[in-house]
Each structure stands twice: as structure tokens, then as C-alpha cells.
T-cell receptor
Framework: DAKTTQPPSMDCAEGRAANLPCNHS???????VYWYRQIHSQGPQYIIHGLKNNETNEMASLIITEDRKSSTLILPHATLRDTAVYYCIVRVAPTGTASKLTFGTGTRLQVTL | GAVVSQHPSRVICKSGTSVKIECRSLDFQATTMFWYRQFPKQSLMLMAT?????????EQGVEKDKFLINHASLTLSTLTVTSAHPEDSSFYIC??????????????FGEGSRLTVL
């Protein structure tokens, strides 16, 4: 699976958009970009994933650059409950044991009043 | 989204005893589940892949005789920490893959089980 690079930490004011970047310059054509987050002392939570098109769901938007070497997770209106560690993971579509996820260190997002 | 439940959420045990943690997929069947371990301020580390009806596949450095995994049904996998020691104190998290029409099988995680060995 391709390696990802994320800033270790970010701050965001409540109500503002949180933009979390991820670099994955070695991504292959068949690899997806997945985002998960982990709130303190809880299991990770799936947020969104995409291949090459931008994606949006009820939680967030995922913007993938045209060359697919980087992406940005956007939380449009961050709240205090969005404070968590956000993980960007790149891997092929899961089949069998390929489903396993390898977690990096992620970005610790702190949402403040 | 799919629901994965772990039990117990917290457990304290004495050194030398064994502890069993259950992972259940509540609204879907999971032929494959994964067990992770997370130490404080660190990321999740995959321990093993649990396959229904067959032996688990362990990651390098994980002792299979110490961390016994059983995946007897399509909705239940168990992790037993045998002869636990204080260094086994950690946050154990399971995950399962939900395969439904229209998705690419993203993983869903349990709430985690915090083990403290005295």
C-alpha cells in the first residue's frame, strides 16, 4: 500500500471548515484514498473514501487532486465533537486479507471555541 | 453504518490470568475480522486477521500462542490474552468488513476494549 504523509496536528475554530491534507505521491492507479478518525478512547470511525473523483457524504467531503498525489478531507462546519485523530490511508479495494488497514500516525485535529 | 460491538469495554485482571474479548458484527456477516492493539499516544497496530472457520493469520512479532483468536461463526470473533502480564495492558480493537451492494467493503470498528493487567 502507498505511504501517506499527514501533518501531526492542526487546530480549527468551531464552526469553521477544517481542511486536512494528505500526501500520497506514490499512489497506484488501483488504490483508493480512505479516511478514518479516532476520537479519544474509541475505535476508529469510517468517514469517506474515493478513487479519483471528489466525494461528499453527510460527514465530509474528499477532494482528490487530478494527479491523485494528494487529497484533502473537508469538515465543512467543525464542532468540538470533531476533535480526533484523522487517518488518511491508501490501499487497493479490499478483497479477503487485503481488507486490512495499515494506520500511520494521522493528524490530531483540535477544534476550539 | 454497520455496527461492530466489543465486550467487555474495560477489564482489569491479575497477572498470569487469561482474558477473553469478544467482537461481534451486529447487522452483517463477516468472514474476516481484524484485531488491532493500541498503546497510549500511538497508532493502531494490526495483530492478526481472523478468518471464519480457519486459523488466524498473525502479523510478524505477534505470538499466536499468547493471543488466541477464534472465529467460530460469521458474526463472532474472540481474542484471548493468555497468561496476561502488565506489558499486555493496552487498548484492543477489532474490525470487520461489511460487504454490501454499492460499497467497496470499508472496515467498521468496534468500540475497543481496554485491558489493564495488574
Amino acid at each position: 500500500d502507498a505511504k501517506t504523509t499527514q501533518p501531526p496536528s492542526m487546530d480549527c475554530a468551531e464552526g469553521r471548515a477544517a481542511n486536512l491534507p494528505c500526501n500520497h505521491s506514490t499512489i497506484s492507479g488501483n488504490e483508493y484514498v480512505y479516511w478514518y478518525r479516532q476520537i479519544h478512547s474509541q475505535g476508529p470511525q469510517y468517514i469517506i473514501h474515493g478513487l479519483k473523483n471528489n466525494e461528499t457524504n453527510e460527514m465530509a467531503s474528499l477532494i482528490i487532486t487530478e494527479d491523485r498525489k494528494s487529497s484533502t478531507l473537508i469538515l465543512p462546519h467543525a464542532t468540538l465533537r470533531d476533535t480526533a485523530v484523522y487517518y488518511c490511508i491508501v490501499r487497493v479495494a479490499p478483497t479477503g486479507t487485503a481488507s486490512k488497514l495499515t494506520f500511520g500516525t494521522g493528524t490530531r485535529l483540535q477544534v476550539t471555541l | 453504518g454497520a455496527v461492530v460491538s466489543q465486550h467487555p469495554s474495560r477489564v482489569i485482571c491479575k497477572s498470569g490470568t487469561s482474558v477473553k474479548i469478544e467482537c461481534r458484527s451486529l447487522d452483517f456477516q463477516a468472514t474476516t475480522m481484524f484485531w488491532y492493539r493500541q498503546f497510549p499516544k500511538q497508532s493502531l497496530m494490526l495483530m492478526a486477521t481472523s478468518n471464519e472457520g480457519s486459523k488466524a493469520t498473525y502479523e510478524q512479532g505477534v505470538e499466536k500462542d499468547k493471543f488466541l483468536i477464534n472465529h467460530a461463526s460469521l458474526t463472532l470473533s474472540t481474542l484471548t490474552v493468555t497468561s496476561a502480564h502488565p506489558e499486555d495492558s493496552s487498548f484492543y480493537i477489532c474490525s470487520a468488513r461489511a460487504l454490501r451492494q454499492g460499497n467497496t467493503g470499508e472496515l467498521f470498528f468496534g468500540e475497543g476494549s481496554r485491558l489493564t493487567v495488574l
